[in-house]
């Protein structure tokens, strides 16, 4: 099963430089392999309508 992670830190992944805000899909020995160098943090399904309070570059501000 793959998961998506959002690069938090400038990192090589896949052959190119990744960068910080870029969304990455890792299947479960890929996470395992990066997950030791750091930069990478697990997106989570935000519920339909709702936005965060403090939204990253990209995404709309809660109303």
């Given at each position: 099963m793959s998961n998506e992670y959002r690069i938090t830190s400038p990192r090589p992944i896949g052959g190119r430089m990744r960068k910080i805000g870029e969304i990455v899909t890792l299947d479960e020995r890929q996470h395992r392999a990066e997950a030791g160098w750091g930069g990478l943090e697990e997106v989570?399904?935000?519920?339909a309508g709702k936005?965060?309070?403090?939204?990253?570059?990209?995404?709309?501000?809660?109303?």
């Open positions: 989570t399904a935000t519920p936005t965060p309070a403090n939204p990253r570059k990209g995404e709309k501000p809660a109303d």
